[in-house]
C-alpha cells in the first residue's frame, strides 16, 4: 500500500513564524502535491513537484514555496505565518504521466496561527 | 479557468438506504477525468470512483455509480445500502487530460448516516 505521511497533525504557530510542514512518500512516486482545505471552499492547490527539484504554482502560491530534495519529501515552507495561513493542509502523491492516476492523500496537518 | 461545484454541503441517509451527491462543474475542453473521493472523518482521502469523459458508461465500484451527463456537465455519485462507514466529506474533483496530474475540488459534500 502506498503510505504518505506528513510529520505533524496538529501545529501551533506564532503570527511571523518561519513554518516547515513535510511530506513523505513510499512509492517512489513522481508527483506530489500540496492543497490547502477550508470548509466549503474544498481542496485548492498551493504548489506541486513532478521531479525532484522541480516545482510548479498552483491556484494559491502567496505566501507559501516550497522545497523537494529528495523525491519521497516534499517540504512546503510558511516565510512568515499569517492568520489567514490557518487551515489544514493535505500532501498528496501520485505517479506521473496521463491517464487516470490516483493521488494518494497524508492524513494531514491542521495548523493554527495565532 | 475549471469549477467544480456540489451544491449540496451536507446529507443525510438512513443505514441500506440510497443517497445520491450532486456535482457540476465548468470546462470548455473535451477530454477530462472526473472523480469522486471520500474523507472519513479524522483519516486521509481515499479515491472511491473515476470515470473518463470519453466513456458514456457510467462508472461502478460495488456499492457506488456514478451519473455522467457529459453534455449538461453533471457527475453524480450514488451510495446504495449505505452503510456506517459511508459517513465522511466526499469531494467530487475534475481533470483535465493536458494537465498532468491537476486537480480541481468542488466544496465538498458531508454525508451523515443514521443508524
Known amino acids: 500500500d502506498v503510505k504518505v505521511t506528513q510529520s505533524s497533525r496538529y501545529l501551533v504557530k506564532r503570527t511571523g513564524e518561519k513554518v516547515f510542514l513535510e511530506c513523505v512518500q513510499d512509492?517512489?512516486?513522481?508527483?506530489m502535491f500540496w492543497y490547502r482545505q477550508d470548509p466549503g471552499l474544498g481542496l485548492r492547490l498551493i504548489y506541486f513537484?513532478?521531479?525532484?527539484?522541480?516545482?510548479e504554482k498552483g491556484d494559491i502560491p502567496e505566501g507559501y514555496s516550497v522545497s523537494r530534495e529528495k523525491k519521497e519529501r516534499f517540504s512546503l515552507i510558511l516565510e512568515s505565518a499569517s492568520t489567514n495561513q490557518t487551515s489544514m493542509y493535505l500532501c498528496?502523491?501520485?505517479?506521473?504521466?496521463?491517464?487516470?492516476?490516483?493521488?494518494?492523500f497524508g492524513p494531514g496537518t491542521r495548523l493554527t496561527v495565532l | 479557468a475549471q469549477t467544480v461545484t456540489q451544491s449540496q454541503p451536507e446529507m443525510s441517509v438512513q443505514e441500506a438506504e440510497t443517497v445520491t451527491l450532486s456535482c457540476t462543474y465548468d470546462?470548455?475542453?473535451?477530454?477530462?477525468?472526473l472523480f469522486w473521493y471520500k474523507q472519513p472523518p479524522s483519516r486521509q482521502m481515499i479515491l472511491v470512483i473515476r470515470?473518463?469523459?470519453?466513456?458514456?458508461q457510467n462508472a461502478t465500484e460495488n456499492r457506488f455509480s456514478v451519473n455522467f451527463q457529459k453534455a449538461a456537465k453533471s457527475f453524480s455519485l450514488k451510495i446504495s445500502d449505505s452503510q456506517l462507514g459511508d459517513a465522511a466529506m466526499y469531494f467530487c474533483?475534475?481533470?483535465?487530460?493536458?494537465?498532468?496530474?491537476?486537480?480541481?475540488f468542488g466544496g465538498g459534500t458531508r454525508v451523515l448516516v443514521k443508524p
Open positions: 498528496a502523491s501520485s505517479l506521473l504521466g496521463q491517464g487516470t492516476d490516483t493521488q494518494y
Open positions: 512509492m517512489d512516486h513522481e508527483n
Open positions: 513537484s513532478y521531479d525532484v527539484k522541480m516545482k
Open positions: 470546462t470548455s475542453e473535451s477530454d477530462y477525468y
Open positions: 470515470q473518463e469523459a470519453y466513456k458514456q
Open positions: 474533483a475534475y481533470r483535465h487530460k493536458a494537465a498532468g496530474n491537476k486537480l480541481t
